[in-house]
């Protein structure tokens, strides 16, 4: 094979999202991943004997099959001879997954390759204590009854809590929604901004859905096992919402000061997404028709003590000099909403030059980003965050928006857990 001149992005498909606990309570990430890479593999018209591997991103893995990229490919009936790897990068997973994947092509090592990601917060592993896991180990080692019971002497009733894993920094010991709100407080973003920004999310995705806009990224769910529940659409998009109605919300993290609720938060969700990627050279060989381009990427990290969240602000200048472009070559903006807070921090952070200055080493800002301007079709406030699919949704996104707005340039950028942040240049044609 030779190295291809770009890699281009064929098509991308999601399930509809849903709030944990709802349409999908009953499905793992691993049912939510089958979905969506059979859908993409039917709708593409790809010959699945062309795919050469599959990188999927996952936050939460199951304990029984971890590595849900190749269970993937057993599971929807891909030629067993593809390999497959999951990766783990927080909320950056599938977009993580889907530049693995880019890297394998523009090397010549492939020129198919399937990725994405899938969550399933109603399926997460629940673990016991610690003490009761090793009385557990100990009394399996036993041969005596006796022995096997003396293993629990030890045991307390509260050992016997389940241990469910939390959103929270190991590092920081603050949850998610606790380091939003240290943003929000640091950066001065008042309650009313987040709401109004959460707002916009809401009426826009209401707008896409209704306006046909996900037609093309989203299919249709008949829920298995039974088959009976048919899903079309997501469900956390509220399209009735008011500021009013956000602006009565308590708050979660910080229920004496806080601002953070849960209207202008990202919700827990279920969901999968995936593309297919190609090298330039063997779609228009086989006549595919791109609906976009990979340019650039670049992930940075930085101090989850200082804001944790703030991670796209260091990515997305290094993004942009790899694509040899500004801020304002970019038409088309799609930035991952873990918190309102956060985005109308990263917002603040990107056009600062003490912070350009200061944080990232460089004497002027990176741009003035208009918050009118970004995430057209809402985003993941509304649309919901499953956090191993949403990279995969935002791509799809931004391609079909450049499609349909004749926009050139369009930009990911996401957020993660660890102070990381991801940032990618698109390209239609
Ligand atoms: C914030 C969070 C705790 C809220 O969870 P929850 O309490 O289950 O949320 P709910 O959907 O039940 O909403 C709570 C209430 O707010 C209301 N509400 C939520 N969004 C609303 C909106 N846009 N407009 C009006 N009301 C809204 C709900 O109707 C509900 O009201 P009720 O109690 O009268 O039924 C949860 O979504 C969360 O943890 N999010 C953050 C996830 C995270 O950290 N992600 C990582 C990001 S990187």
Not at 89 to 101: G, L, M, P, W
């Amino acid at each position: 094979m030779t190295q291809p001149s770009r890699v281009a992005i064929i098509r991308g498909l999601r399930t509809p999202f849903a709030k944990s606990g709802t349409h999908y309570a009953h499905l793992s990430a691993l049912d939510l991943g089958k979905l969506a890479v059979a859908e993409l593999v039917e709708r593409a018209g790809i010959d699945p004997a062309e795919v050469q591997e599959l990188v999927f991103g996952n936050v939460i893995p199951s304990v029984k099959a971890p590595n849900i990229a190749r269970e993937i490919i057993l599971g929807t009936g891909l030629p067993r001879k593809i390999p497959g790897y999951t990766v783990g990068k927080a909320c950056a997973s599938a977009n993580q997954a889907i530049t693995a994947a880019a890297d394998m092509i523009y090397r010549g090592y492939a020129d198919t390759v399937i990725a994405g990601g899938s969550e399933s917060l109603s399926d997460i592993p629940i673990l016991f204590s610690k003490n009761f896991s090793e009385a557990l180990v100990t009394a399996s080692k036993q041969k005596s009854v006796g022995g096997k019971l003396g293993a629990f002497r030890r045991i307390r009733p509260k050992d016997l809590a389940p241990d469910a894993p939390a959103i929270a920094e190991s590092t920081t010991g603050l949850t998610m929604g606790e380091s939003a709100e240290k943003m929000a407080k640091e950066n001065g973003i008042s309650r009313e901004a987040q709401d109004r920004f959460a707002l916009q999310s809401h009426t826009r995705a209401a707008k896409a859905t209704a306006d046909g806009r996900f037609k093309d990224e989203e299919m249709t769910v008949v829920v298995p096992p039974k088959f009976e529940q048919i899903v079309e659409t997501d469900n956390l998009i509220r399209g009735d919402t008011t500021l009013d109605a956000l602006s009565k919300l308590r708050p979660v993290f910080d229920r004496k000061y806080g601002t953070i609720t849960a209207g202008n938060s990202s919700p827990l969700t279920d969901g999968a997404a995936a593309v297919l990627l190609m090298s330039e050279e063997k779609a228009k060989a086989s006549g595919f028709k791109p609906i976009g381009f990979l340019k650039s990427y670049a992930y940075a990290a930085t101090d989850p003590f200082d804001q944790l969240l703030q991670g796209p602000v260091f990515a997305l200048p290094v993004a942009l000099e790899r694509a040899g472009l500004t801020l304002k070559d970019i038409g088309v903006i799609e930035m991952h909403e873990a918190f309102a807070a956060q985005v109308l921090s990263n917002i603040q952070w990107m056009g600062s030059k003490k912070i350009a200055q200061e944080k990232l080493g460089r004497s002027e800002p990176i741009g003035d980003i208009d918050p009118e301007k970004i995430n057209r079709t809402g985003g993941s406030i509304a649309l919901g965050h499953p956090f191993g699919a949403t990279g995969a949704r935002i791509v799809t996104t931004v391609c079909n928006e450049l499609q349909l707005t004749g926009e050139q340039y369009g930009l990911v950028t996401v957020c993660a857990a660890g102070g990381m942040g991801a940032a990618m240049v698109l390209e239609r044609e």
